[in-house]
Nanobody, 123 residues
Framework: QVQLVESGGGLVQAGGSLRLSCAAS????????MGWFRQTPRKEREFVAAASRNGMTYYTDSVKGRFTISRDTTKNMVYLQMNSLKPEDTAVYYC?????????????????WGQGTQVTVSS
């Protein structure tokens, strides 16, 4: 079965940077969009960024100008470069693939999910 595995999380100070990676393995699938979501105990899982097959990228307002999503279809990899990190960015970050239709910013259309990687930003 197809699996997504995230890596690159950690603990950083505010203003620092991290680069998250997501590797797909175990099978082939058509991914219309690859996305990153994040979740904290007090909030519902929220959209962070997505990259479509045609090269379009999308970001939630709170990370625009700070985060960059990139996709390497040849290597079945997707990345999230996170700069100027803030304490409010602290969350578990999930990589996800959307194989069907649906809004890129909604978690429900994504049908393949990674296990998550913890990002903690200290004040």
């Amino acid at each position: 079965q197809v699996q997504l595995v995230e890596s690159g999380g950690g603990l950083v100070q505010a203003g620092g940077s991290l680069r998250l990676s997501c590797a797909a393995s175990g099978g082939t699938f058509r991914s219309n969009s690859m996305g990153w979501f994040r979740q904290t105990p007090r909030k519902e899982r929220e959209f962070v960024a997505a990259a479509s097959r045609n090269g379009m990228t999308y970001y939630t307002d709170s990370v625009k100008g700070r985060f960059t999503i990139s996709r390497d279809t040849t290597k079945n990899m997707v990345y999230l470069q996170m700069n100027s990190l803030k304490p409010e960015d602290t969350a578990v970050y999930y990589c996800a693939a959307k194989t069907g239709s649906g809004n890129h910013y909604d978690s429900h259309p994504y049908d393949i999910w990674g296990q998550g990687t913890q990002v903690t930003v200290s004040s």
